[in-house]
């Protein structure tokens, strides 16, 4: 599919507001709270209370040939009611 076609699916819709960002899973196929822009803009979603931040640029990682991002909570020490859920989801502890 026509990838400017896709992302225009949703400003048909109803509820769209031409003030939000239309984000997208960032892998539909698991329970994750990573999503993506059309302009390639990456964020997370609180699982308790769906805020969306975009995620915090931690570089390049050269072994990997990719760019790597952080919770902005962890990363900017911002307080997040769902940062717990997270950490569980991932399998891994606070502050890790």
Not at 1 to 6: A, N
Not at 72 to 88: I, K
Request: hydrophobic share 30%; glycine share 6%; proline share 7%.
């Amino acid at each position: 599919m026509d990838t400017v076609k896709h992302w225009q699916e949703e400003k048909k819709a109803p509820d769209y507001n031409p003030e939000s960002i239309v984000t997208r899973p960032l892998y539909p196929d698991r329970v994750d709270n990573i999503v993506y822009s059309e302009k390639g803009e990456v964020f997370c979603v609180c699982p308790k209370t769906r805020e969306q931040r975009p995620l915090a640029f931690q570089g390049f990682e050269a072994t990997r040939n990719t760019l790597k991002y952080r919770c902005p909570a962890a990363a900017y020490g911002l307080a997040c009611a769902g940062r717990e859920a997270c950490y569980r989801q991932a399998g891994t502890k606070a502050g890790a």
